[in-house]
Nanobody, 121 residues
């Protein structure tokens, strides 16, 4: 059973930085794409950043130049470095992994539990 554990959220002032982590474990052969989503109160969940198995990255326009997604395959972990944070970045952040499994069903898509990021003075 694949488990995802997120960490790194918290309260930060505008202009500050945070680093989110999401570590996966359990029956994993390979992690394909790794994604970060966020959901603000009253809004739909939105894709923030993606990193493929080949380390290609893509970002939402609202975070380009401020956020950086990276991965450590040896630790089955994805990171989101967030700089120059703005109040509008306030949301619950979720990691989402596309995983090839060792055993049946051999594929799965999994979500982390979410971590709160609050940007406020």
């Amino acid at each position: 059973q694949v488990q995802l554990v997120e960490s790194g959220g918290g309260l930060v002032q505008p202009g500050g930085s945070l680093r989110l982590s999401c570590a996966a474990s359990g029956g994993i052969l390979r992690i394909n794409s790794m994604n970060w989503y966020r959901q603000a109160p009253g809004k739909q969940r939105e894709l923030v950043a993606t990193i493929t198995s080949g380390r290609s990255t893509d970002y939402a326009d609202s975070v380009k130049g401020r956020f950086t997604i990276s991965r450590d395959n040896s630790k089955n972990t994805v990171y989101l470095e967030m700089n120059s944070l703005k109040p509008e970045d306030t949301a619950v952040y979720y990691c989402n992994l596309d995983v090839t499994l060792i055993t049946a069903p051999y594929y799965g898509n999994y979500w982390g539990q979410g971590t709160q990021v609050t940007v406020s003075s």
